[in-house]
């Protein structure tokens, strides 16, 4: 088994011979190439054959658009100024590289604690649980200041 193939990566820990799905397409056509490196490979009894399988993607887990929308009108007042301070920081975002990261940014130095579990203490005021074991933090509800 000196013969190289694209889709065929061998083990030597292991001793175990992952293949793709292209390359198990190819050897299972009699008589081509990838047939008989698969049926050499099999003479080795201690040898095993495995698919290769890919890590499954995970899904980001960043905000969307639509969910800094409906924080910040959560805190925002009856001029929608903190909505309107957050469409010219999305228009100007249209110029940058990432504009999703330039966004993201400023929504993440805007809101530190968003991502945090909210309770309210008996005065109304918000607290945020930073660390479940350390102290608690606490934030009137209309915590959120953005200078026009």
Known sequence: MTKKFAGACYDALSHTLYLTDAF???SSV???????????ARRDASLRIEKETKPKKTAPKSITFKQME????LF???NKTMHANFEKIKAMSKIQ?????YVKTWFEAT???Y????TFDEKGNMTYVVDTD????????????IAA
Do not use: C, M, W
């Open 70 to 73: 409906a924080y910040i009108a």
């Open 111 to 113: 809101f530190p604690h």
């Open 134 to 145: 350390k102290a608690v933090e606490t934030v009137p509800q209309v915590a959120v200041k």
């Open 76 to 78: 925002d007042d009856e």
């Open 30 to 40: 009699p008589g081509s190439s990838e047939y008989n490196y698969i049926r050499e």
């Open 97 to 101: 590289t990432s504009p999703y990261k």
């Open 115 to 118: 991502k945090e579990q909210v």
């Open 24 to 26: 198990l397409k190819k």
